[in-house]
């Protein structure tokens, strides 16, 4: 890979940024192939490369995704607004959030119970505002560390243990395991007395999704395995007049994806639902938590409006037909790493031109490039220069020239704010990318199946969120250091960003592989486990998800184990793996629109909590 000079920031490209420059007209007319100069269209499904036409020319034969237009359209996004953000509900939103805090700084300074401290933080993170007492609750989880409980209940209640357990585990404290063997009889296993303890069943079952590969013990796992089982006998043994609904809803959701995996927008609308059922529940807190996320969906609203204008701007979705358009989906992705309003909206802007930016290249090495204009993209991508689109087809000329423009605004804020060149790793980031789509183009078109280890090696890149993380460490580390580049960009990447990415392709694979095979595309890990080992598709999904459990643990274990990276780049490494998870549960949530994801959206970005406010 060639180091861009740094006259490329001279340019007129960067001076006028992608979200204002409009592409010379050789550019933008109709899209050509390769060889044909006809327009684009979308073509059957077919996985050969060239026929010859009666004229004697030869042809290149498309294939196409069959993806269905938008569901939120231009129009639609430029037209939302939320009603609840006025000068009276941030004055009441101000009121609670002082009051929240006095409450917290009280416990920091008074003997009140662990259990209630406890319970208080684990309400704020999962309602979406605890962002605003970092401080208060660091505070008072320190003083939970370092002082060990005289108080009787943390000798024979679950509940309470597995929740602390699980608290502090979260916020980078350590405690051991160990302290769960209480639990257990004689023989090691965990008391038959527990089956019943619902409540603490549901506690111990998201504490178990915090263990790590560090540790040998299979105390976790053997508490995963029990707490998994009780719940599922206790939804499968319900009556028609059950009592606690609201706790039936906790249960059901938990063994869906857990806590520990959950997207935190996506966990914070549905819990504001479920918190307003629960008996005793704090009504300020109902209030502020309604509040709060009114406030940070029209910052999310703002976010998009400016998004989908450089979006049509771009013409990427018109000039390439046979792409998905899906730049709300790609907010989604980067409102998943990085939700807080204050500093982080110019971040969430530049980041989501990365995901669109990935997704059309994805779509031209899955279903509409050939392999000889493959090679050519991908080594045109290696040099990022703008000579380089000379050799490339008319349809991958607008695509190269948008994804010069946006890493170059990138390389820009950051050589103003920091003066450090990063066009070089910018560059790396997306020529690896493109590598790893090249590699499953030649394997497709060799009708090849690699082994699981060679799939994976592969695809923990071609999923896409390395340029998403890759991008993020620019925009959130401040400063960046000479160590922490070299650490980042030596022969292979850090564990945080391979591990969180091999999530999203496990789960990417376990939604979307059925229908990718029948559009014609390589093999997935379900596919590749099958050939290697014989085996069912039961068989090989069931492995896959294993392999998933393993990932979170590694996971887990790099977050302990860092220390060169600041605490927001971790959050946004471990956020796009929660992301993932979370996409792609009710299938492809990239893809494809059903019902379900259709919901999850309009809910998180524009549905807003109707509250009414003394």
Request: charged letters at 20%; hydrophobic letters at 35%.
């Amino acid at each position: 890979m060639q180091n861009l000079a740094m006259s490329i920031f001279s340019t007129r490209y960067l001076a006028t940024p992608f979200s204002s420059f409009s592409p010379p007209k050789a550019f933008v007319s109709k899209a050509c192939s390769l060889s044909t100069g006809q327009p684009l269209n979308h073509s059957p499904n077919i996985s050969t490369n060239l026929i010859s036409s009666s004229n004697g020319i030869t042809n290149p034969i498309r294939r196409s995704g069959n993806y269905e237009p938008t569901m939120w359209n231009y129009e639609y996004i430029q037209s939302t607004h939320n009603h609840y953000v006025g000068e009276k509900y941030m004055k009441r939103f101000n009121e609670l959030k002082e009051e929240t805090k006095k409450n917290l700084m009280m416990m920091v300074h008074e003997e009140s119970q662990e259990l209630e401290k406890l319970e208080l933080i684990d309400n704020l993170q999962r309602l979406g505002v605890s962002y605003h007492f970092k401080d208060e609750i660091m505070q008072i989880l320190r003083s939970i560390h370092d002082q060990s409980s005289s108080e009787a209940m943390s000798a024979n209640s679950l509940y309470y243990t597995a929740l602390k357990f699980r608290i502090l585990r979260q916020h980078g404290f350590y405690i051991s395991q160990d302290i769960l063997n209480d639990f257990k009889d004689e023989q090691g296993h965990f008391k038959q007395s527990l089956c019943n303890d619902t409540k603490g069943l549901l506690q111990l079952y998201e504490a178990s999704f915090l263990s790590t590969k560090s540790e040998t013990s299979t105390l976790l796992e053997s508490a995963n395995t029990f707490a998994m089982s009780h719940l599922k006998n206790y939804l499968h043994n319900l009556n028609g007049d059950y009592q606690e609904n609201w706790r039936v809803e906790l249960v059901r959701h938990a063994l869906e994806v857990p806590l520990h995996c959950m997207m935190l927008r996506v966990e914070t609308r549905w819990y504001i639902d479920i918190y307003e059922k629960i008996p005793n529940a704090n009504p300020l807190l109902i209030e502020l938590a309604k509040l709060d996320f009114n406030f940070v969906q029209a910052m999310h609203q703002q976010d998009l409006r400016n998004l989908s204008r450089w979006w049509k701007k771009s013409l990427l979705a018109e000039k390439l037909p046979f792409t998905r358009d899906r730049i709300v989906e790609a907010f989604q992705w980067i409102a998943g790493m990085m939700f807080e309003p204050k500093k982080k909206g110019y971040c969430r802007i530049m980041l989501t031109k990365v995901t669109p930016m990935a997704t059309v290249i994805d779509d031209i090495y899955d279903v509409y490039g050939t392999i000889d204009e493959l090679e050519i993209f991908t080594h045109a991508i290696e040099r990022m220069e703008i000579k380089a689109m000379d050799e490339l087809p008319c349809y991958m000329k607008l695509c190269y020239l948008a994804l010069f423009n946006t890493s170059t605004e990138t390389a820009y804020e950051v050589l103003k704010e920091q003066g450090i060149n990063v066009m070089p790793y910018l560059t790396k980031s997306w020529a690896d990318l493109c590598k790893a789509y090249l590699q499953e183009a030649r394997w497709y078109y060799n009708g090849y199946t690699p082994s699981v280890d060679e799939y994976m090696e592969n695809a923990w890149i071609s999923v896409g969120s390395l340029v998403m993380v890759v991008n993020a460490f620019f925009l959130v580390t401040n400063p960046i250091t000479k160590e922490v580049l070299e650490y980042v960009f030596s022969n292979k990447y850090p564990d945080i960003i391979r591990w969180s990415a091999t999530i999203i392709r496990l789960t990417d694979d376990l939604a979307t592989s059925s229908n990718e095979m029948k559009r014609g595309d390589v093999p997935k890990s379900i596919q590749c486990y099958m050939k290697e080992n014989g085996a069912s598709e039961e068989e090989a999904r069931k492995h896959i998800n294993l392999m998933m459990n393993e990932t979170w643990k590694m996971i887990n274990t790099a977050q302990h184990d860092n220390s060169l990276f600041c605490e927001k780049f971790m959050g946004c490494a471990v956020n796009v793996a929660r992301t993932g998870q979370t996409m792609y549960q009710h299938g492809d949530g990239h893809g494809i629109q059903n019902s379900e994801i259709q919901n999850r959206i309009s809910k998180l970005f524009f549905e807003h909590i109707t509250i009414s406010i003394p």
